[in-house]
């Protein structure tokens, strides 16, 4: 009976590892697909009301949801302590205080990219930018929905395997 739960706990918990990693996959697109909106949303405030950004980054923060909203909200607020500050380094900050954040490496260089032009350059010059970060958001985005479903499958598939295979190995 004993070694019966100790397999039931192998199989459950190794599974879960694999089902974390497929989720953690699931998060990645939605994340995108929200800075995605974000960066549509900055240009359409930037070109029409020239909204400053510490204003834009806390109205992001409202508008986002979870991490992606605490990501600007932490860039809003030291905007606002700090308005000398660049907003390469804010943001840069920013992405190192929201570990929920579950972006690529090419994401995050991404949005330091953007950040060099934002606040630096005329309006023209930073929708440019932002539709360039907009539009690798959605290559990444793209890339990334055509493999999930086959990377999920996998993850999940590995974790139960890898279990099942502890499992045999323990009994």
Known sequence: MLKVLAMVLIVTSSSAVGFGFAANVRTQA???LQLTGALEYMKNEISYRLTPLPELFAMLAQQSDKAVGDFFGCCAQQMAQNPAASVQGIVRDALQK???LTLSQTARQTLLELSMSLGKFDAA???SAITLAA????QELQ?????????CRSYETIGVCAGLALAVILL
Do not use: D, I, N, Y
Request: glycine share 10%.
């Open 30 to 32: 939605q994340q995108l």
């Open 98 to 100: 929201t570990p929920q």
């Open 125 to 127: 010059g930073q929708m």
């Open 135 to 138: 539009g690798r958001f959605r």
């Open 143 to 151: 890339t990334l929905e055509s493999r999930r479903r086959e990377r």
